[in-house]
């Protein structure tokens, strides 16, 4: 070899974590999605680069959300990123309830601003006024508005990648109507999106509801959302909103329509959204000690083939078989990649496509290339199965489905363990103390409420829902009625 000296292959891994779930989940968390390749921290504190193998996934949910939405006729558009102080601080209570997170744009290279320019938390207010402008009688209803963007949230405690960050990218539905059951019936339509999202793509359980008045949409009518359970932490998560808007927005935007009589009415609205905060969500519950753990339907790679060459081994056959199985996966539509680099020992490879939570990984020796078949490895429970290429196709799409269906179960037998029914305010505590999902007679008082955010402050936090359940409340988290 000219040069004399033979390529170093790397031998150590360098890849373990330092934290472990299950003692330090915080630190375990955000060492995963760094290692993991999902995030990068950025200079600003609160704000995070957002990584291809992260934002691979988002995409995938949003090619699935957006031909949903199309089919309902939800149209896409675009707004601006800004809002003026008169038009976001029209409506009194929507307004207060995001005060504290509205970051202002105050100056212009160095001279001030003479009126302060908001950066949308939410496009309610940015988007309303020209609703008012568009809908004129009923023949213009319903208007049914989508936009894919970021917005900011000046977070100031406790930032946290992809669950708490001062910008976000989500979708954010519009819609407006003639009359109040069109509006309710697509709040669960949405709903069920949303929970198909979770369910279906990230196999996370979650529980569909509907929020407390005291927790429910700043100037909205009524709040459904979908909830998560985190098992480690004893924390729900909320992991996307449909609000019923009702008529309040309508009414400080003269959103007013005449309808077929020609008597006027005002508009019935409805907003809802999901956010990059599903994929914290699948990282929380997912993640073991060795990393990522994706499922298959979201993971940008779902098989990843790694030769293991061995000395003297037929290295370019081997190398043939992998590109031959890539091709052959990937024809049939399975998203596969080969990891060919030299420079790095099969172990190695092994430990980093963990740690990248890719769902499979084939290995390809020469054991494999003489019998005509590959070695199978399961990244959610690690079982080891040889495959002959022959009907290699249909065992990888099997084992690909198994493994999401898996993931799904597992996540639901945690979440369920979680759960505890509590009877009396001793029993209810008590559960709380002990980081449980607690099932409880529901009840919408304002008392209520408070002495339960009182007792989960001296609990510590966990999180917010409550539901309805046959007619059995219940306390799921604090502040949410199952629907």
Same mark, same amino acid.
């Given at each position: ?7 170093? @292959?790397?031998?150590? !891994? ?14 375990? +968390?955000?060492? #995963? ?8 921290? /950025? ?19 949003? #090619? ?42 105050? &100056? ?19 988007? *309303?006024? +020209? ?6 009688? %009923? ?20 930032? !946290? ?12 539905? %519009? ?18 999106? +949303?929970?198909?999202? /979770? ?43 449909? %609000? ?36 914290? @969500?699948?990282?929380? @519950? ?57 420079? *790095?020992?099969?172990?190695?490879? +092994? ?15 020469? &054991? ?43 996540? &639901? ?53 409550? !539901? ?16």
């Amino acid at each position: 070899m000219a040069g004399g000296k033979k390529k170093e @292959v790397k031998k150590e !891994t360098g890849l373990g974590l330092s934290f472990k779930k299950e003692e330090n989940f915080g630190e375990w +968390y955000s060492e #995963v999605c760094v290692n993991g390749e999902m995030i990068e921290y /950025y200079d600003i504190s609160g704000c995070y680069i957002l990584r291809p193998w992260a934002m691979s996934i988002w995409e995938i949910m949003q #090619v699935f959300f957006d031909a949903e939405i199309k089919k309902m006729k939800i149209k896409n558009c675009y707004f601006p990123l800004f809002v003026s102080s008169s038009v976001l601080e029209k409506e009194k209570d929507h307004i207060e309830g995001f005060a504290p997170e509205v970051a202002w744009v105050t &100056k212009s290279g160095k001279s001030d601003l003479e009126i302060p320019i908001a950066i949308r938390p939410t496009s309610e207010t940015v988007m *309303y006024p +020209y609703f008012s402008k568009w809908i004129r009688g %009923h023949r213009d209803l319903p208007l049914k508005l989508n936009q894919w963007c970021n917005v900011v949230r000046w977070e100031f405690s406790n930032p !946290t990648p992809f669950i708490r960050s001062r910008e976000f990218l989500w979708q954010e539905g %519009h819609t407006a109507f003639a009359t109040k059951q069109e509006a309710d019936e697509e709040v669960l339509q949405i709903l069920e999106l +949303y929970r198909r999202i /979770y369910e279906e793509f990230l196999a996370i359980p979650i529980i569909k509801g509907k929020k407390s008045e005291m927790e429910k949409f700043a100037g909205g009518l009524y709040t459904t959302s979908v909830e998560a359970f985190i098992p480690n932490t004893g924390r729900g998560v909320q992991g996307a909103t449909s %609000h019923c808007l009702g008529q309040n927005f309508a009414k400080m935007f003269e959103i007013n329509f005449e309808n077929e009589k020609g008597e006027k009415g005002m508009a019935w609205q409805n907003s809802w959204a999901y956010s990059t905060r599903t994929i914290g @969500v699948m990282v929380m @519950v997912h993640g073991d000690d060795k990393g990522l753990v994706l499922p298959p339907k979201v993971s940008s790679v779902q098989v990843i083939v790694v030769p293991v060459p061995f000395k003297d081994a037929n290295t370019q056959g081997i190398f043939d078989a992998c590109a031959a199985t890539v091709d052959t996966l990937c024809e049939a539509g399975i998203r596969a990649e080969a990891d060919y680099r030299d420079n *790095y020992s099969p172990g190695w490879k +092994y430990s980093h496509w963990e740690m990248k939570g890719v769902p499979l990984r084939i290995e390809i020796g020469p &054991k494999d290339l003489a019998n005509n078949q590959v070695r199978a490895v399961r990244r959610d429970n690690a079982a080891k199965v040889d495959i002959s290429c022959d009907n290699l196709v249909e065992k990888v799409k099997d084992m690909l489905d198994d493994i999401q269906k898996s993931m799904f179960d597992a996540a &639901k037998q945690k979440r369920d363990a979680c759960i505890q029914v509590a009877k009396t305010w001793d029993e209810f505590k008590e559960a709380l103390s002990q980081r449980k999902m607690i099932l409880a007679p529901w009840c919408d008082e304002e008392v209520l409420h408070a002495l339960l955010l009182e007792s989960r402050q001296k609990s510590g936090p966990t999180g917010a829902g409550v !539901t309805r359940l046959s007619g059995l409340g219940a306390i799921f988290l604090l502040n949410f009625q199952i629907v």
